[in-house]
């Protein structure tokens, strides 16, 4: 399985919406997560299930989709949340496929 | 607190060997599948390798298969990663991280990581 992350990077003003997107090759079902990643930090999980929150996760961000198309979307995006963001499937396993990222950078 | 803290990373020459270490603490082990994840300088996230909460069964990227070899001692809450053969391919900082789901077989997500300890294979 292929996972495919676009764009590679999101220009985009405090406040304003963000949708970044994550295509399979094949279908992946709803066995999707996503991570944030800041400089110099572990990643930390966000949603899991392809739309459910992880533990402390704020609302502003959702999940959606299912098979091989999904979408991660930060509602309003405050200062704290420019960082890299991957996904990851856990349908078809070994392996655990990362997709490539996307750097959420402020415009 | 739940803490996963790595140790036994550093230098080494290509062709040799490093065991890292991961010590948790704040959960009971025994009930985890656990990864290793790594990320080469400036690059995305790559899986590394899995072991079921019991130990009874291990998974291992094609990268590294053959050559890393992961284990578990649950009675010292510890989780290793020997890695031998190394290539400069293998630099990397790796984590050590918690499999979400409880005592299962499948994997579901990665709900908590270590802090990360870089390896590095260089002459």
């Known amino acids: 399985i292929v996972m495919t992350q676009s764009p590679a990077t999101l220009s985009v003003s405090p406040g304003e919406r963000a949708t970044l997107s994550c295509r399979a090759s094949?279908?992946?079902?709803?066995?999707l997560a996503w991570y944030q990643q800041k400089p110099g930090q572990a990643p930390r999980l966000l949603i899991y299930?392809?739309?459910t929150r992880a533990t402390g996760i704020p609302a502003r961000f959702s999940g959606s989709g299912s098979g091989t198309e999904f979408t991660l979307t930060i509602s309003s995006l405050q200062s704290e949340d420019f960082a890299v963001y991957y996904c990851q499937q856990f349908n078809n396993w070994p392996p655990l496929i990362f997709g490539g990222g996307t750097k959420v950078e402020i415009k | 607190q739940l803490q996963l803290v790595e140790s036994g990373g550093g230098v080494v020459q290509p062709g040799g060997s490093l065991r890292l270490s991961c010590v948790a603490s704040?959960?009971?082990?025994?009930?985890?599948?656990m990864h290793w994840v790594r990320q080469a300088p400036g690059k995305g996230l790559e899986w590394v390798a899995f072991i079921l909460y019991d130990g009874s069964n291990k998974y291992y990227a094609d990268s590294v298969k053959g050559r890393f070899t992961i284990t578990r001692d649950n009675s010292k809450n510890t989780l290793s990663l020997q890695m031998n053969s190394l290539r400069g391919e293998d630099t990397a900082v790796y984590y050590c991280v918690r499999d979400q789901n409880y005592r299962n077989v499948w994997p579901k997500n990665f709900d908590y990581w270590g802090q990360g300890i870089l390896v590095s294979v260089s002459s």
């Open positions: 299930g392809a739309s």
């Open positions: 094949q279908s992946v079902s709803s066995n």
């Open positions: 704040g959960f009971t082990l025994s009930n985890y599948g």
